[in-house]
């Protein structure tokens, strides 16, 4: 098969479309034709040599895909060959082919192109895990999103709204956060030109965001314990503005708030069908009822991945950017 492989970190030219060895399906796990895969801001740290994949994880990118069964691993039960599905990664989704446990397999939701299906796993997953599984929020609560447009911000809102919370979101730009408001969105904020603290405080009475959900780290965790509501809750789910920060837990104790902070691509696998199973039971129906859409903001040919790194990288875009896989011709 072909995948794209880092031969050395660097920049977008660094992803290589070479062929490579076929995976092999092991016990419990399944083998997937790949149709699509979505590009993550996970798959630009490692391209760069600052994530590498968890040990045993395939060495090729990608950490999300959807396509075909092409076979069954030892003790695999309830997929048959030719099922679409997509599926949630450790690596690998830079590729025609990857085996996956089958834990972390999902059906491609009833109505939804299996190509659209790619941009589900990785986001669906980590909104569910964090914000509800963890953070619990609730009917009539405040959501405050950082990154409103991206692939995690365009899910995070519609899953907020579709369970009856009030979501703020920040952005760079006047376009991104009307397409924020286009998805339901309730309070706009562009972080250039607006303070979000003051921003949340005014449009909360002074109260606050009950559930802040952070891809920022660092830079903001002053200003995000600022931002909470009394028993507010912040979790953390990337450091693009840096790992390390003073927390005020005179403040945190004030406030009587919690801080989390998780990731999903080292996780037991036992963990990451847990959380798989909670995104088909609760999410999938959203999604072939309508009420929650992948929103997808272009496609680029897998072997062109260096294009798609680079408009990640540039931040114009809205929604996932998907990598297409020479089989997606065959569909």
């Known amino acids: 098969m072909y995948a794209i492989t880092i031969p050395e970190p660097g920049g977008p030219e660094a992803l290589v479309w070479t062929e490579v060895p076929d995976p092999v399906p092991g016990e419990g796990e399944v083998l997937v034709e790949v149709l699509s895969s979505a590009v993550n801001r996970a798959d630009v740290m490692q391209r760069q040599g600052f994530y590498d994949p968890p040990p045993g994880a395939s060495a090729y990118p ?4 959807a396509g075909r069964v092409a076979a069954l691993g030892p003790g695999v039960s309830g997929w048959a060959v030719g099922d679409e599905v997509c599926a949630l990664l450790a690596g ?38 964090n914000v509800f599984m963890v953070a619990h929020l609730r009917p009539g609560e405040t ?11 365009t899910m995070a809102i519609q899953l907020a709204k579709a369970v009856g919370a009030r979501v703020a979101v ?6 991104k956060l009307a397409s924020c408001a286009e998805l339901g969105a309730d309070i706009l904020i562009n972080y250039r030109e607006q303070d979000f603290v003051e921003e949340i405080r005014k449009a909360t009475d002074g109260a606050g965001a009950d559930v802040i959900l952070d891809i920022v780290g660092a830079k903001y965790l002053g200003k995000n314990v600022e931002a909470l509501a009394t028993n507010g809750r912040l979790a953390i789910i990337g450091l693009q503005g840096g790992a390390k920060a003073e927390l005020n837990l005179g403040a945190l104790l004030t406030k009587r708030a919690a801080v989390t902070a998780t990731s999903l691509r080292g996780r037991p696998a036992a963990e990451k ?7 088909r039971e609760h999410v999938w129906p959203l999604i072939e009822g309508g009420v929650v859409r992948p929103i997808v903001d272009r496609t680029v040919p897998m072997a062109e991945a260096a294009e798609a790194h680079r408009v990640l990288e540039s931040s114009t875009h809205i929604g996932k950017v998907l990598l297409l896989a020479p089989a997606t011709n065959q569909v």
């Open 92 to 129: 690998g989704g830079y590729a025609e082919k990857v085996a996956v446990p089958s834990g972390q397999l999902l059906p491609v939701p009833a109505g939804l192109d299996v190509v659209s299906a790619a941009a589900l796993p990785e986001v669906t997953s980590t909104v569910w895990s």
């Open 273 to 279: 069908a847990a959380i798989v199973a909670a995104v």
């Open 170 to 175: 920040t952005a760079g730009s006047a376009e």
């Open 62 to 65: 990608g950490l999300e895909c």
């Open 143 to 153: 959501l405050l999103v950082h990154g409103g447009s991206s692939g995690i911000g």
